[in-house]
Nanobody, 113 residues
């Protein structure tokens, strides 16, 4: 059983910053990829950023240059530093561990204009 718990969401003005954190526990041995996804109302869940155990990263084009994903393997944590936030970044942000896929419950990020 794998548990993922996100934290760090909240309300911020446009141009501001937030840092999301996700901690994984349970049987996570050999799970290589951790990532952040987001889902806004009426839209599909989309990849924001991912990072492998070795540190290779991937970002959605919409967040490149503004968001940074990082990983602490010793603490089974990943982080998402979000800068220059825009109203269109508002969504529920989910942490994912794979393979196979395990999801957190999500944390709300709201960016006001």
């Amino acid at each position: 059983q794998v548990q993922l718990v996100e934290s760090g969401g909240g309300l911020v003005q446009a141009g501001g910053s937030l840092r999301l954190s996700c901690v994984a526990s349970g049987n996570i041995f050999n799970r290589n990829v951790m990532g952040w996804y987001r889902q806004a109302p009426g839209k599909q869940r989309e990849l924001v950023a991912s990072i492998t155990r070795s540190g290779s990263t991937d970002y959605a084009d919409s967040v490149k240059g503004r968001f940074t994903i990082s990983r602490d393997n010793g603490k089974n944590r990943i982080y998402l530093q979000m800068n220059s936030l825009k109203p269109e970044d508002s969504a529920v942000y989910y942490c994912k561990l794979s393979p196979p896929d395990s999801w957190g419950q999500g944390t709300q990020v709201t960016v006001s204009s």
